[in-house]
């Protein structure tokens, strides 16, 4: 048996999109981690010069990555709301 979301293409994108957020936040927020235990661990031993560019690669990469997931995020959150709120309701 389909689901509604499996017929409806609006829905099934939506779908699509949240997960590519969920998958975006992580990787973003797996990133800024990744640069915060390299800036640990060149603060302990010394920032040479690969250090140094990990982080700041992390970060940048991190930043392009969690910024569109996040307002993404956002976007589908706000989506189903308004589909929430819009609906009539059935008295039962």
Known sequence: MTSPADDDPVLARRRRIARAAEVGQRAGYGLFGLALVVFVVGFAVGFTPAVVTVVVAALVVGSVLLAPAII???????????????APRRDV
């Open 72 to 86: 993404a995020g956002y976007a589908v959150k706000a989506a189903e709301r308004e589909e929430r709120e819009s």
